[in-house]
């Protein structure tokens, strides 16, 4: 480890390789309407969706920065052939989510 005479230095580390602010974007709206499940995501595959929902979930991509509150995310089979992946903004205190 190399200390600088700077000292230290507070900032957000930066964004993991290979992902990119794309959820940002996306979920953002949710914010406003906190609460309320969106589909953020369809596939064709319920493993993908699956995956998707899980490594949303386990903070590989970045998600809009909020004060407090948690996201969460599910993966469900839509129709046969047709799986997604919700998401919703739960603000703090909130009772059913809202």
Do not use: C, H
Request: positive net charge.
């Amino acid at each position: 480890m190399t200390a600088t005479s700077e000292g230290i230095k507070w900032e957000d580390p930066p964004m993991p390789a290979g992902r990119t602010g794309k959820y940002i974007e996306l979920l953002a709206p949710l914010v406003e309407r906190a609460g309320e499940w969106a589909r953020i995501i369809t596939y064709d595959k319920a493993r993908t969706a699956y995956a998707k929902a899980g490594a949303l979930v386990a903070g590989r991509y970045p998600l809009p920065p909020v004060a407090s509150g948690e996201w969460e995310f599910i993966a469900r089979t839509v129709t046969p052939g047709e799986y997604a992946v919700f998401a919703r903004y739960v603000r703090p205190n909130a009772v059913n989510g809202r």
